[in-house]
């Protein structure tokens, strides 16, 4: 069920009616690569002494921003699954995190602007995931907007929760994990954090937070535009 969450909602629609098509689903097919990907390396090199079952169940509970687990290794991993959690899963899914999509876009026109100062005149191939669907200024642009204002909420978040005697590390930790909204478990190295020891500006804090990095930044600029703004 951890899977849910992370591939889009047409897929299993798409199935069950013989629809599917692995060109109308890339993103999804990249997703579930990177998935097995992470899980074959973790289990043969990084932790082989741990469960198969164990890995893939803590690798899909990150990606799912979950952050169920049943994972019991020594060894620390934690800024690991973390930047799985800020990766997420498909942009038309319940999962948080900034959406492997909009990675995807922000890295290749990063990586097509640079390649454009080495070759000028080379044509740039805008198509996403080689597919006929192009990416638009937009769609960076937009990318670009959440990726500045996640950052911006997790230095603003974990100034708050420095306030309140948590360490830096677990403060930075809590508030990508609040912005995805993820249990904060010992997956992540937070199993020991009691919330009862917060104070109540730094639990409203939270609660705000959750919040805005469920419905996503972006959906509150474009209300403030839609309902203050408009003309």
């Known amino acids: 069920t951890l899977l849910f969450p992370i591939f889009n909602f047409f897929l299993l629609y798409d199935v069950i009616t013989r629809k599917f098509s692995f060109r109308n689903h890339q993103e999804d097919l990249h997703l579930a690569s990177m998935i097995i990907l992470f899980t074959l390396i973790f289990y043969f090199f990084v932790i082989p002494h741990e469960r198969f079952a164990n890995v893939v169940f803590a690798i899909t509970s990150s990606v799912s921003t979950s952050g169920i687990t049943t994972y019991s290794s020594n060894i620390d991993l934690s800024l690991f699954f973390i930047l799985l959690t800020i990766v997420g899963g498909s942009l038309i899914s319940t999962s948080s995190g900034f ?19 080495v070759k000028p005149i080379n044509i740039i191939d805008k198509n996403l995931y080689n597919t006929e669907t192009k990416i638009d200024d937009q769609d960076v642009k937009i990318a670009f907007l959440v990726f500045i204002s996640f950052i911006i909420s997790v230095f603003i978040l974990s100034s708050i929760l420095t306030l309140n005697n948590l360490t830096f590390e677990n403060s930075f930790k809590l508030s990508i994990l609040t912005l995805t909204n993820t249990v904060s478990s010992a997956l992540y190295g937070m199993d020991s954090l009691s919330f009862f020891d917060l104070n109540n500006f730094t639990k409203i804090s939270l609660i705000l937070f959750m919040i805005l990095g469920k419905i996503e930044i972006i959906a509150v600029i474009y209300l403030i535009k839609r309902f203050i703004f408009r003309e």
Do not use: A
Request: hydrophobic share 35%.
């Open 99 to 117: 959406k492997y999509t909009r990675i995807y876009i922000l890295l290749k026109i990063s990586y097509q602007e640079i390649y454009r100062l």
